[in-house]
DNA sequence: TGTATAGATATGTATATACAATATGATAAA
DNA sequence: TTTATCATATTGTATATACATATCTATACA
């Protein structure tokens, strides 16, 4: 038997249904009274995994009418969540990556600290350059947790990234990005194929899905191959 | 009597203990049980606003432990936007600024293309240099064109940043930012006070109200003494 | 002394139930 | 026809209860 409670069950279920297209967006999902016959639970156990996933942005319920699903915010504040891969394809440009290392380490205080989790817990850790037209463009620093993504090191990271397989066992609700201007340590210098006197952006991204913090990763691009690019809608 | 949920009382009562200070981060909060005592109400409705208050980054539980008030997440959802001079006295720092130029120029080719008009046309230009304790923390060039702010050379912006005037004179409805790591070039390096090899973290940003550009600004601030920090939510 | 074990405390999940509030559609009255 | 009312469907809030799980403390035992 799955031993998660089973309100994140149904909340996986329903989301699943979503990113699969089951359900549109404006699509009105069953009621609770449904939800319960299917699952065989009490309303209020199907109401709390409702309220989660309104909570998570996927849904939204209107009292008298039902629950429907949420149509996506205009665009995202910041073009840098956009995957790797696709922005480089989206410039035409071909994209390649190398697994540098995939493995199980103990945290660091800085990766325990970012995960928030015991120094010296084990975590999953991925290590991946990223290329555009054969040249390093990102070099991809990864820590997971193992407890969220237990089959981590079986992934084949060169057909699908990191990052897309977070968004598929996950709904990613919201991202931290700490952005500053380094010069290059050794490692980067090595796989980024970089002087070391040129300087880098260095992007720390923390991820979350609802309330589970689910990844941190050190992205380090170099400064002459790279830019950030953010267009936003300021509140009135 | 207070037509709200009671849920919704008990979450005001909590967090505004919170934000005036009754309760310091890390405080051990009332259990659910002594909230029931208190509120006269049934643990599941206890049980319902401190879940909302973890949700919202108020609250950490820990089963067997109890309820205790998180340690503040930190900053504002995008310190990009913020005004350079708030967001140094926010950290309880002293701002200053020196305002080094104040002039027309005719359009180079970038800034003709950044703004949308004719090269060589006439624009403002200032150069100012934003200190924080002192220590020089952003250099920022920016350019409007005449005809939007037609008084902005007559300002003090010693008392007042461009970024401020800005606001006052138009609804700022949308920006762009476009990060980037480079080296300082050599009027960087004098104002900022720095060695040509530190990194730099280079923001060129845009602001529109409505449809109309308003600005272009490009600000340079010391790696070693900067990070650009952003939270966002993600649409589904 | 050190180690199990049991108990007390506190939060997490789940059920069954009840009534309130909201939106819609059907019916009855003017 | 128009308006008012009512019934129904659906979500929102609240209670009482139960058992599960995690943490700490005190006690008993080797």
Not at 75 to 85: D, G, K, Q, Y
Not at 111 to 119: D, E, K, N, R, W
Not at 136 to 165: G, M, W
Not at 202 to 217: C, D, N, P, Y
């Amino acid at each position: 038997m799955d031993p998660r409670p089973r309100y994140q069950q149904i909340k996986q279920f329903i989301s699943d249904a979503i990113r699969n297209q089951s359900y549109a967006a404006g699509d009105k999902i069953p009621t609770e009274a449904e939800l319960v016959e299917q699952f065989s639970v009490s309303r209020m156990t199907v109401n709390k995994a409702l309220r989660d996933l309104v909570q998570e942005g996927l849904l939204v319920r209107y009292p008298g009418l039902g629950t429907f699903v949420a149509t996506p915010k205009a665009e995202s504040p910041l073009a840098a969540v956009r995957n790797i891969a696709e922005e480089v394809r989206a410039r035409g440009h071909q994209y390649t990556s190398q697994v540098l290392a995939l493995n199980e380490q103990a945290a660091s205080e800085l990766v325990a600290t970012q995960l928030g989790i015991p120094l010296h817990s084990c975590v999953f850790h991925s290590l991946i350059v990223h290329l555009e037209n054969q040249l390093p463009i990102q070099l991809e620093e990864r820590y997971v947790a193992t407890s969220v993504l237990p089959h981590y090191l079986q992934q084949d990271f060169t057909q699908k990234t990191p990052n897309q397989y977070l968004s598929e066992q996950y709904t990613l609700t919201s991202m931290e990005h700490i952005v500053e201007a380094i010069l290059p340590n050794k490692q980067a210098q090595h796989y980024l194929k970089l002087d070391a006197h040129l300087p880098c952006l260095q992007v720390s991204r923390r991820t979350w899905s609802g309330e589970r913090l689910i990844s941190f990763a050190i992205l380090t691009h170099p400064g002459d191959r790279y830019k950030l690019r953010s267009v936003m809608n300021l509140p009135a």
